[in-house]
C-alpha cells in the first residue's frame, strides 16, 4: 500500500502514468461491459468507439503541433484527407479504373504506414516554408491548406474518384485471429483468414485501442526527450530558443511533420473501416473538431487531449443524435410541444434547431475555454498560468 | 532615442532563383490568359471584368476590415468573414420594414429605404464586431499569441453556428432590387450596371474611410496605435476605445459589403462568409498588410484575378490559385505590393 | 589561427533610415574579459545582436575562430560556439531550472528523432549525461537546490544566474554577456565577477556589456566604447578611462 503511495506521490507533478493506466483498464473493459449491460448488442457502442478511437488519434496528434509546438494548424482535416486517400487509392480496385490500369491492394498493415509516410510528407512540403511565419500567418495558411486539399481530391475526376468518392476498399485481414468465450467457440486461434468487417467490430476496436497505445507511447516518449524540451522552448520563447542552439524551423517542422503522420494515420484506418473515402468527409468541420477535442482537454497534455476527445465525441456521436428526440418529448411534456413542429416562416422544428448546434458548440468551447479556463478540463495549474500570463513588459504597460 | 521597429514576419531568403522562376511562372500564366482573352472576344472579357470589379470591390471592402485590425493588434479576426455574412442576414431580415420588396425596381423611389438599410445593418454589424473584442480579445490581449487566435476561430465558428441555427444550411434568396440593365462601354460591348454600382459604392466608402483615416483625430488616433502602442498611450491616447473604433468601422464596411454581395448575387447562405472571408485575407496580404490603399488594391486584383480564373481557365482550380498567392506573397514578399518593408526584430 | 576569437570588422546595421551601428571594427583576444560600454542608445546591443545572428549585418564582417559567421541565423552561432544572455532576461518560464540548462544542452546532443521515439539506450544514456552536466552547471551558479522550480518562481538574481547555467550549457568559446550585472546588490556584483573568472579559467572568453563602470574596469583586460553608433575609442581600462571622448559621450560636451 505504501509503494502505492510512494508512487503516487512521486509522480505528483507527472501525473501521467496514472491516467494513461486508468484509461487503458477503463478500455479493456468497455466493451465487456457494453455487451454485458445490453445483453449481447452492444455491438453498434463498441463499433462507435472504434470511431471515436480514430479522433483520439487526432487529438493526440494535433495536441503535438498546437500543444507541444505552439503552432495553430487550422487545415488538420487536410492530412486527414491525404492519409484516407492514399489507402482508398491503393487498397482497392480504384487505379483499375485510372489510366494506370492496374489495381493495387496493398495489405493494410503496410499501407497505414505508408499513409502514414505520405502525410507527413505533405506536412513538410507545407511546413517547409510556412513554419518561419509568425502564429496569425501559420493559421490562415493551414486554413487555406485545409480548404484546398479537399477541393483538389473532390476535382480529380479519374485520379481521385471525384465527387461521389471511391468505395469498397479492401478490409483488414489477418491469416489468424484469437477466439474464445466470447463468440462462443473455445479459446485458441482461428484456423482461417480473419476478416476485420462490420460484422467483427469488437477487433476494429482492439486494433484501435492497440494502435492508441503504441502512438501515446511513442508520443510521450518525445514528449520528455530533447525534442520535446526543444518544442517546449521554442513555444515560449523562439528567439531565446535559438539562441540557445535550437534550430526552430527544424524543429517546428518535426511537430508538424509527427502531427500530419498521425492525422494520416488515422485516416488510413478510417478509410479501412468505413471501407469509402469522400471529399466530404474532411472539411473545416473536421479540423475545428479536433481543435476543439484538444483544447477542451488541455492543449500539451498527452491525457487531456485524448479525454476531450472522448467527451466531445460522445457529445457530438452519441449525445447529440439522440438529443432532438429526448428534447422533444421534454418540450411536450412541459406543455411546448407546437415548438416541435416545422412553421412556415422558417422555425424548422425544435429537434432539427438541435441537431444542428454542432458549430454553435465548437465556438461556445473554443471561446469559453480560452477565456474561463484556458489549461482545459484536466488540472494544470502551470499551464493555466503560461496561457493567460502577461509577459513581464505587457503587465507594465497594463499597469499603466 | 533608437526607434520601435515592429515585429514583423521574418521574411525567407528571397534568393533571385525564386524571384526568376516566379517572374517566368507568372509571365507564362499572363500570356496563356491573354491569348484565351483575345480568342473570347470583347464582349465577353468586359463581362468578365465587370464581374471581377464587382467582386473585388466587395472583397476590397471585407480586405479593409481584416488589414485595419492587424494593423492595430495585429490579430487576424477571424470573425470578419462571418460579420461580412451577418450584413447579408441582417438586411435580409430587414427588408420588409423598410419597404424593399422582390420586384421593386431601381430608381431614386428605392434609394432612400436602401440607404436607411445600409445605415441600420452597417450599424448592427459594428456593434457585434465591437461586441466581439470587447467580450472575446480584449481580455486576451496580453496572453501569449496562441490564446487569441484560438478564440478569434472559436467566434467565426460561433457566429457560423448562430446563422446556421437561425437561417439553416440552404442558400437564402435575397431580393433582386439591382439594375439589370447594360452599360454599353464602347460599340457592342457592355458591362453590367449591377457592377457598375458595387463599385460605386464601393469607391464612395473607401474614399469616405480614406478621408477618415486622413484627417479626423480618431483616424490619426488609429494610425498612432498601429505604429506604437505604447507611444500612443503615453501620448493620451486611449487605446480601448481606439481599437473599439477600429473594429466598428471595419465591421461598417464589412456590413456593408455583406449587402452588396446579397443584391448582387441574390443569393446568401450561413457559411459563405468563411471563404469569403480567407480570400478577402488574401487580397490584405497581397495589396500589403496594414495597409489601406493596399488593402483595396489588393481586394480588386484578387478579385478579377478571380474572374479571369473563373471566365478563361478552370473554376475549380480558382481557390487553388488564390490560395497559392496567399502562400507565395507570405513566404516571399511579405509586405505585400504596396507595403513598406518593415524590418526584423 | 589567431589570438583573436571574435573579429568585427566594418560592421554597419540599419533599420530604414536610422543607422544604429556605423561601421565598428574591434577584435576580441582569446581568454580575456572584453567589455562594450557606451551611453544608453549606443547601439550596445544592437552590436550583439549582429554577432550572435539575430540581425543580419547591413555592412561588414563577423568572424569567429577564423571562419565567417556574417549573418548566421542563431543556432549555428550557438553550435558554432557562441552564448549569449540577454538584457532584459529571456528564461523559458514555465519549465525548472533544470530543463532550462537541459535545453542548453540541444545543439551538443546527438539523439535524433528515432532515439527519441523510441528511447533508445543511447538517448537514455545521453539524458543521463546532459543532466548531469546541467546540475553540475547548477551547482555552479548556486542554483542545485532550486533545480525543480520553476524559472519564474526564481528571484531575479537567481534568474540572471539561471540564465547564465543555460548559457555555458551549450559549451561555448565565447560568452557574451548582456548586462548581467543590471540591478544587483554590491555582493551580488561581487559574486558574478567571482562566477566570470570561474567561466574565464574554463577557457571560455567572456565579452560583456555593462553600465556598472566599476565592474568594467575591475573585471575588463580591454574595453571598447560605442556612441551613436561609432566606435569612439578602444583600450586598455586605463586608457579608455582617459580618454578625453569617452567622458564627453557620458558626461555631456559641457562637462
Not at chain 1, 64 to 80: E, H, P, R, T
Not at chain 1, 277 to 306: Q, R
Not at chain 2, 18 to 31: K, L, Q, T
Not at chain 3, 205 to 220: C, G, N, R
Amino acid at each position: 500500500m505504501s509503494a502505492i503511495r510512494n508512487y503516487l506521490r512521486a509522480h505528483v507533478r507527472d501525473p501521467n502514468p496514472i491516467a494513461y493506466a486508468l484509461m487503458f483498464i477503463a478500455a479493456v473493459f468497455f466493451p465487456v461491459v457494453v455487451q454485458f449491460a445490453t445483453n449481447g448488442s452492444g455491438d453498434y457502442l463498441v463499433g462507435l468507439a472504434a470511431d471515436g478511437g480514430v479522433y483520439v488519434l487526432m487529438a493526440i496528434g494535433l495536441n503535438v503541433v498546437v500543444g507541444f509546438a505552439g503552432l495553430l494548424d487550422l487545415g488538420y482535416a487536410a492530412f486527414f484527407a491525404i492519409g484516407s486517400y492514399t489507402y482508398a487509392i491503393l487498397a482497392s480496385a480504384h487505379l483499375g479504373v485510372t489510366p494506370i490500369g492496374h489495381a493495387a491492394h496493398v495489405p493494410f498493415w503496410l499501407l497505414i504506414f505508408i499513409a502514414m509516410f505520405v502525410a507527413a510528407g505533405a506536412g513538410a512540403l507545407l511546413g517547409a516554408p510556412t513554419l518561419r511565419l509568425r502564429g496569425d500567418y501559420l493559421a490562415i495558411v493551414t486554413l487555406g491548406f485545409g480548404e484546398i486539399v479537399p477541393s483538389v481530391f473532390r476535382n480529380g475526376k479519374i485520379w481521385t474518384g471525384g465527387v461521389p468518392g471511391i468505395s469498397a476498399l479492401d478490409v483488414p485481414k489477418l491469416p489468424f485471429w484469437i477466439q474464445g468465450p466470447w463468440v462462443n467457440q473455445p479459446l485458441g486461434f482461428t484456423t482461417e483468414e480473419f476478416r476485420f468487417t462490420s460484422a467483427n467490430l469488437t477487433a476494429y476496436y482492439v486494433l484501435m485501442v492497440i494502435l492508441i497505445t503504441g502512438v501515446v507511447i511513442l508520443v510521450h516518449n518525445l514528449q520528455n526527450s530533447r525534442l520535446g524540451r526543444a518544442w517546449m522552448a521554442v513555444r515560449e520563447d523562439e528567439s531565446a530558443a535559438a539562441a540557445s542552439g535550437v534550430n526552430t524551423v527544424s524543429v517546428k517542422l518535426l511537430a508538424f511533420s509527427i502531427g500530419a503522420a498521425t492525422s494520416g494515420f488515422a485516416g488510413a484506418f478510417y478509410g479501412a473501416k468505413l471501407s469509402y473515402v469522400s471529399s466530404e468527409n474532411f472539411g473545416f468541420i473536421v479540423s475545428v473538431t479536433v481543435l476543439a477535442m484538444v483544447v477542451l482537454g488541455g492543449m500539451g497534455n498527452i491525457p487531456g487531449a485524448m479525454v476531450g476527445a472522448i467527451v466531445l465525441y460522445f457529445i457530438l456521436f452519441q449525445f447529440l443524435p439522440n438529443a432532438p428526440a429526448q428534447i422533444e418529448s421534454l418540450a411536450t411534456s412541459v406543455g411546448l410541444g407546437s415548438l416541435n413542429h416545422a412553421t412556415p416562416n422558417g422555425w424548422p422544428g425544435l429537434g432539427e434547431e438541435v441537431s444542428r448546434a454542432k458549430y454553435v458548440i465548437f465556438g461556445l468551447i473554443l471561446v469559453g475555454i480560452m477565456l474561463l479556463r484556458p489549461q482545459g478540463l484536466l488540472p494544470s495549474q502551470v499551464r493555466k498560468q503560461e496561457l493567460t500570463h502577461a509577459s513581464k513588459t505587457a503587465l507594465v504597460a497594463a499597469a499603466k | 532615442m533608437v526607434q520601435r521597429v515592429r515585429a514583423s514576419v521574418v521574411a525567407a531568403p528571397t534568393s533571385s532563383l525564386i524571384n526568376v522562376v516566379g517572374a517566368i511562372v507568372v509571365a507564362y500564366v499572363a500570356v496563356v490568359a491573354a491569348q484565351r482573352i483575345y480568342q473570347g472576344g470583347p464582349i465577353f472579357f468586359a463581362q468578365t471584368m465587370g464581374f471581377g470589379l464587382a467582386l473585388g470591390a466587395i472583397y476590397a471592402l471585407v480586405a479593409l476590415g481584416y488589414t485595419m485590425v492587424y494593423g492595430i493588434i495585429e490579430l487576424i479576426n477571424f470573425a470578419h468573414g462571418d460579420v461580412f455574412t451577418l450584413g447579408a442576414f441582417f438586411s435580409l431580415a430587414l427588408m420588409p420594414a423598410f419597404g424593399l420588396t422582390e420586384g421593386k425596381s431601381f430608381g431614386f423611389g428605392i434609394l432612400l429605404p436602401l440607404l436607411g438599410l445600409f445605415v441600420v445593418t452597417m450599424l448592427l454589424c459594428a456593434v457585434v464586431n465591437v461586441t466581439i473584442e470587447r467580450v472575446a480579445y480584449r481580455p486576451l490581449r496580453h496572453a501569449p499569441r496562441l490564446a487569441p487566435l484560438i478564440t478569434a476561430i472559436g467566434m467565426s465558428t460561433l457566429l457560423e453556428g448562430l446563422m446556421f441555427l437561425w437561417k439553416g444550411p440552404f442558400n437564402l434568396h435575397y431580393p433582386d432590387l439591382l439594375p439589370e440593365t447594360q452599360v454599353t462601354i464602347a460599340p457592342g460591348v457592355s458591362i453590367a450596371a449591377k457592377a457598375l454600382v458595387v463599385m460605386g459604392v464601393a469607391v464612395v466608402l473607401v474614399i469616405a474611410l480614406t478621408q477618415f483615416i486622413g484627417r479626423s483625430k480618431l483616424g490619426k488616433a488609429m494610425r498612432a496605435t498601429a505604429q506604437d502602442r505604447d507611444a500612443a498611450q503615453l501620448m493620451g491616447i486611449d487605446i480601448n476605445r481606439t481599437i473599439s473604433a477600429t473594429f466598428f468601422i471595419g465591421a461598417v464596411l464589412a456590413g456593408a459589403g455583406g449587402i452588396m454581395y446579397g443584391l448582387y448575387y441574390n443569393s446568401v447562405a450561413a457559411f459563405d462568409g468563411f471563404q469569403y472571408g480567407l480570400v478577402a485575407f488574401t487580397a490584405a496580404v497581397f495589396g500589403g498588410i496594414g495597409n489601406i490603399p493596399g488593402a483595396a488594391l489588393g481586394g480588386v486584383l484578387i478579385g478579377v484575378i478571380a474572374a479571369i480564373s473563373d471566365g478563361y481557365f478552370f473554376p475549380a482550380w480558382t481557390q487553388v490559385w488564390i490560395f497559392s498567392i496567399l502562400i507565395f506573397v507570405l513566404v516571399f514578399r511579405p509586405t505585400g505590393l504596396l507595403g513598406m518593408r518593415v524590418p526584423e526584430k | 589561427m589567431s589570438d583573436f576569437i571574435l573579429r568585427v570588422s566594418g560592421l554597419t546595421k540599419r533599420f530604414g533610415g536610422l543607422t544604429a551601428v556605423d561601421n565598428v571594427t574591434f577584435d576580441v583576444p582569446a581568454g580575456e574579459v572584453f567589455a562594450l560600454i557606451g551611453p544608453n542608445g549606443a547601439g550596445k546591443t544592437t552590436m550583439f545582436n549582429c554577432v550572435t545572428g539575430v540581425y543580419k549585418p547591413t555592412l561588414g564582417r563577423v568572424t569567429f575562430l577564423d571562419r565567417d559567421l556574417t549573418g548566421s541565423p542563431p543556432h549555428r552561432a550557438a553550435k558554432a560556439g557562441i552564448a549569449r544572455t540577454f538584457q532584459n532576461i529571456r528564461l523559458f518560464e514555465y519549465m525548472s531550472a533544470l530543463d532550462n540548462v537541459r535545453l542548453g544542452h540541444h545543439c551538443r546532443m546527438r539523439s535524433k528523432l528515432w532515439d527519441s521515439l523510441f528511447k533508445t539506450p543511447f538517448e537514455r544514456r545521453e539524458e543521463r549525461r546532459i543532466t548531469e552536466h546541467s546540475m553540475e552547471l547548477l551547482t555552479l551558479v548556486g542554483l542545485d537546490h532550486h533545480a525543480e522550480n520553476y524559472a519564474r518562481n526564481l528571484a531575479y538574481g537567481q534568474q540572471r544566474r539561471l540564465e547564465i547555467a543555460r548559457a555555458l550549457a551549450t559549451d561555448p568559446k565565447l560568452l557574451l554577456l548582456d548586462e548581467p550585472a543590471a540591478g544587483f546588490t554590491p555582493q551580488e556584483k561581487v559574486e558574478l565577477m567571482e562566477l566570470v573568472g570561474t567561466i574565464l579559467k574554463r577557457g571560455i572568453t567572456v565579452f560583456l556589456i555593462e553600465h556598472d563602470m566599476k565592474v568594467v574596469m575591475q573585471a575588463s583586460q580591454r574595453i571598447v566604447v560605442l556612441d551613436h553608433g561609432e566606435k569612439i575609442a578602444e583600450g586598455t581600462p586605463n586608457e579608455v578611462r582617459g580618454n578625453q571622448r569617452v567622458v564627453e559621450a557620458y558626461l555631456g560636451k559641457s562637462a
